[in-house]
């Protein structure tokens, strides 16, 4: 155990500083000449993208949230409508299938039993084909789907996921990007995805360096007992993920709001012992999170910003994280990283089982 984890004190520490590998072995051969290469997602892909007039996302847990990313990217960049949702739900609901709708799977065991079942179901109904993103070639995901998209994340022990998801997000955007352009994307944003795929492994490396500064700002967590986390856009999910991260690791009550719904109720529980955690890029959407933030602050709330250097310009927060500068696609993977990094530093202060958390498995294989 101490071996495989070299000098790391957990397997979540270790893995959440793989991934600039992990997310380089899973571009490897996948980009060439500034293009997503369309046959690795199969022989017949090329036909299918073309087909494809909607695509269906299914996941649970982690793997939901990268799915929930997902939906923005391949809507935003192919025009193809697209809906995520959560496996337990899709199997017990009477889904209707459109005519050339896409079936994705997004699962790192490719194991987990309602992500399985909904597959086994949606073969019995017309869509076009089924994709499998996962991290396990062997695995019954895999085995049950027509086309397959690998991360190549490694073994992935903690069971709170890490690599996992970034890697996923990866390969969402590789299938983003490449039904994107099958779809009619303009040039010039399709090479600025491809180019932020292939510059991302440096900048998780350049936002790992992060950690010292995250692991002092954790020292101002370890007594609360709830947390907020704020996004909008692609954004959203990514505080969906690090909602997750703290709460299934530091068990601190954590829940995660699309910045605008903020007024519809959350607002009411902000006050000075509650701390609201944004994140965002620097998007079209920044004005309106602003004001988002400025009606946390005026109620008195303690605001911690995960922001680059142009959104942290005359931002009134208790403590800005600046995070390097990124584009569309790279945006959400780097905005992640420090949320891993908060959630594990407060788990280590706090106490708790970092890579075993109470009442979690890394793969649920039963209902
Ligand atoms: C469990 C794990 C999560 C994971 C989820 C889905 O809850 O603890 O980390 O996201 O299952 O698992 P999958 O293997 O399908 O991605």
């Given at each position: 155990d101490a071996v495989q984890r070299?000098?790391?004190?957990?397997y979540m520490l270790k893995e959440i500083h793989e991934q600039s590998q992990a997310v380089a072995d899973t571009l490897e051969g996948r980009i060439a000449g500034g293009k997503v290469l369309t046959q690795i997602f199969g022989v017949e892909a090329e036909q299918l993208l073309a087909a494809t007039q909607a695509v269906h996302i299914i996941a649970c847990g982690t793997s939901y949230h990268a799915g929930l990313v997902a939906r923005y990217w391949i809507e935003q960049l192919a025009g193809v409508p697209c809906t995520t949702e959560i496996a337990s739900e899709y199997r017990y609901r009477d889904p209707v299938v459109r005519e050339g709708t896409l079936f994705l799977t997004i699962s790192?065991?490719?194991?987990?039993a309602d992500t399985l079942a909904a597959l086994k179901l949606a073969k019995q109904m017309p869509y076009l084909a089924q994709l499998a993103v996962c991290n396990?070639?062997?695995?019954s995901i895999v085995r049950e789907s027509s086309l397959v998209l690998m991360t190549?994340?490694?073994?992935?022990?903690?069971?709170?996921?890490t690599k996992a998801f970034t890697t996923q997000l990866v390969a969402l955007a590789l299938f983003a990007l490449a039904l994107g352009r099958v779809k009619g994307l303009d040039d010039a944003r399709y090479a600025d995805g491809v180019r932020q795929l292939e510059q991302l492994p440096g900048l998780i490396v350049e936002t790992l360096k992060l950690d010292a500064e995250i692991k002092t700002l954790a020292e101002r967590f370890t007594d609360k007992h709830h947390a907020l986390f704020l996004g909008r856009g692609t954004h959203w999910p990514v505080a969906m993920e690090g909602a997750l991260k703290l709460k299934e690791i530091s068990y601190i009550h954590a829940e995660a709001y699309a910045?605008?719904?903020?007024?519809?109720?959350?607002?009411?529980?902000?006050?000075?012992?509650m701390p609201v955690i944004a994140v965002a890029p620097n998007d079209r959407l920044i004005d309106k999170l602003k004001s988002n933030l400025e009606e946390v602050r005026a109620r008195g709330g303690q605001l911690y910003a995960f922001v680059d250097e142009t959104v942290a310009h005359g931002l009134d927060a208790a403590h800005v994280v600046i995070l390097p500068a990124a584009g569309e696609i790279a945006a959400p993977v780097i905005s992640t990283l420090p949320l891993q990094l908060l959630s594990y530093h407060v788990a280590v202060l706090r106490g708790t089982d970092v890579d075993q958390p109470r009442n979690l498995a890394k793969s649920v294989t039963v209902e």
């Open positions: 070299g000098d790391y004190a957990h790192q065991s490719g194991e987990t396990v070639p062997e695995s190549r994340a490694g073994p992935e022990i903690g069971v709170a996921s910045a605008g719904e903020l007024k519809h109720g959350p607002l009411a529980l902000v006050d000075e012992d």
